[in-house]
């Protein structure tokens, strides 16, 4: 029994793993059912679109995107730059707090650069390459 307690304690103590968010790197990025360019194509996305990677094996990354499908994609459709969706309409504001002044509005499914976070806070770029600050709770992939 001790030795049990003493494995949970040691299991609890461990940080929690840092979720992985990268974004698509080409003009049509090709989501499969498999890993496998013979697989079904199931979506095709954008440059810039953000996914989480679920799991990686040779060559290929499972991954999630905002509604919680997943499907599979090459490694090489998918970059280390991290972006974020806008989950419906919102503010960006000048510093990250609900008093700051409001600098641009974002329509929902916008895509943000992000460029880090500030408490409950995300600072990113918008479209226009203006910088401001977005609540977490507004955006997807942060």
């Known amino acids: ?36 360019p013979e697989a079904k194509r199931l979506f ?23 509604s ?4 599979w994609i090459a490694l090489d459709q998918l970059n280390s730059t991290r972006t974020l969706v806008v989950r419906s309409a919102s503010s960006i504001r000048t510093a990250p707090k609900n008093t700051a002044p409001v600098s641009a509005k974002v329509a929902a499914n916008v895509i943000l650069v ?6 409950d806070w995300a600072k990113v770029r ?13 955006v997807w992939g942060a």
């Open 1 to 36: 029994m001790r030795q049990l307690l003493l494995t949970l304690a040691l299991l609890c103590a461990l940080p929690a793993q840092a979720l992985d968010f990268r974004s698509t790197a080409n003009a049509a990025a090709i989501l499969y059912d498999a890993p496998s």
């Open 44 to 66: 095709v996305l954008s440059k810039g679109y953000p996914l989480e990677v679920v799991v990686s094996i040779t060559g290929w990354a499972k991954v999630r995107d905002n």
């Open 68 to 71: 919680g499908a997943m499907a």
């Open 114 to 119: 992000w460029l880090e976070n500030s408490g």
């Open 126 to 138: 918008l479209p226009n390459q203006s910088t401001g600050y977005i609540q977490l709770k507004q």
